[in-house]
Every structure is written in structure tokens, then in C-alpha cells.
T-cell receptor
Framework: GQQLNQSPQSMFIQEGEDVSMNCTSSSIFNTWLWYKQDPGEGPVLLIALYKAGELTSNGRLTAQFGITRKDSFLNISASIPSDVGIYFCAGHRNNDMRFGAGTRLTVKP | EADIYQTPRYLVIGTGKKITLECSQTMGHDKMYWYQQDPGMELHLIHYSYGVNSTEKGDLSSESTVSRIRTEHFPLTLESARPSHTSQYLC????????????FGAGTRLSVL
């Protein structure tokens, strides 16, 4: 099945820097979700987006549901060491959930 | 905080053994899922269930089987484990309806020697 195109694949940043990652698809989705996965653990939901154009924040995280419904981005402001992990986007449509391949974030103190 | 539990967390077994990975959720969700994930890689759906006595195969072909006799329980079984089955297995559940947020367990990391 079709997966989402998530970029970048990995990022190495300095503590305090802002981070941006995005997810695109050739198909329309009704819901966009962003998850974070720590090593050896399951993904944990960060933000859920339900409407085109919606901009939602969760602390230092901000995510947007693209106006075309084919993309979404996640921003992390003022990164800290505990932001390290893999971030996955997911799009949902008609009982079908698709995941991106993940963005691996490394934060250097 | 999601109430979905997987056991064991880690399992190392020899080739040819039969194993069952347990997954239980206390949220009353109708939908449950099994994903296979190599370390740091994307998630691949191998099985899903929309309710009791309902099971379907996912996008990635798998030699494992699942059962859904009770709403809260969705075990995954490998009749004869092989080294190619070495991976992390993640269980998830979601409500019925449009929102369909999937909540994940902590995973079982399986190593077959």
C-alpha cells in the first residue's frame, strides 16, 4: 500500500534550535497524526489534526494540516535533549491509516 | 495515557519454537492492530481486527496468525519461529469512528536464534 513521504529522514541539531519536518502524499487524508517513538518503546501520540488548514500546538510542538489535505508539517521550537527520538506522521482516510518512514532527531547538548 | 499492554517486552527463542505475543487493552476499543517494525524503520501493518471474531491480514505478508475472541485481547502467534521473524512487534487499538487515533503498546522485541 502507499506510504507517506516524510522528510527529512534524519536531523542532527544543537540544543535550543528549532526543528521542522513534513509529510506529503499524492492522496487526500481526513486526519493527520504525529507520533514520537523513543528507542525500544511504542509510538506516542503528540498531535492530532482533523481539518484542512488547522494549526494545533502542544507545548513547544506545532503541527498543521495542509490546505490541500495532502500534507502536514511538525515544528519543534527550542529543542531539548529529551526531544531525541523518531517522529512519525500518519494519515487516515476511510478506515485506512498510512505511516511515514519517520524522521530520526538527534539533539546535541 | 493509553491503556494497552504487551507481553513479553523482550523474547529470545530458538528456531522452530511456537510463540504467542500478548496484547490487551482496557479502553473498550473495537479496532486492534499488529505492526512489525525493524529498529528505527517504518511500521508495517500485518494484522487488524474490527471486533470480536473479525481478523484481516495487513499490507505486509506475515506467517503469524491472530485471534480476537474477546474485545480486549488480540494475541499474535508464530507456529514455528525463524530468524527472519526477528523484529519488534507493536500492538495498537483505536475507537470505531472517524477519529481513529491509534494508541500503541510498548512493543515486544523478538529475537529468533
Amino acid at each position: 500500500g502507499q506510504q507517506l513521504n516524510q522528510s527529512p529522514q534524519s536531523m542532527f541539531i544543537q540544543e535550543g534550535e528549532d526543528v521542522s519536518m513534513n509529510c506529503t502524499s499524492s492522496s487526500i487524508f481526513n486526519t493527520w497524526l504525529w507520533y514520537k517513538q523513543d528507542p525500544g518503546e511504542g509510538p506516542v501520540l503528540l498531535i492530532a489534526l482533523y481539518k484542512a488548514g488547522e494549526l494545533t500546538s502542544n507545548g513547544r510542538l506545532t503541527a498543521q494540516f495542509g490546505i490541500t489535505r495532502k500534507d502536514s508539517f511538525l515544528n519543534i521550537s527550542a529543542s531539548i535533549p529529551s526531544d531525541v527520538g523518531i517522529y512519525f506522521c500518519a494519515g487516515h482516510r476511510n478506515n485506512d491509516m498510512r505511516f511515514g518512514a519517520g524522521t530520526r532527531l538527534t539533539v546535541k547538548p | 495515557e493509553a491503556d494497552i499492554y504487551q507481553t513479553p517486552r523482550y523474547l529470545v527463542i530458538g528456531t522452530g519454537k511456537k510463540i504467542t505475543l500478548e496484547c490487551s487493552q482496557t479502553m473498550g476499543h473495537d479496532k486492534m492492530y499488529w505492526y512489525q517494525q525493524d529498529p528505527g524503520m517504518e511500521l508495517h501493518l500485518i494484522h487488524y481486527s474490527y471486533g470480536v471474531n473479525s481478523t484481516e491480514k495487513g499490507d505486509l505478508s506475515s506467517e503469524s496468525t491472530v485471534s480476537r475472541i474477546r474485545t480486549e485481547h488480540f494475541p499474535l502467534t508464530l507456529e514455528s519461529a525463524r530468524p527472519s521473524h526477528t523484529s519488534q512487534y507493536l500492538c495498537a487499538s483505536s475507537e470505531t469512528g472517524d477519529l481513529n487515533i491509534q494508541y500503541f503498546g510498548a512493543g515486544t522485541r523478538l529475537s529468533v536464534l
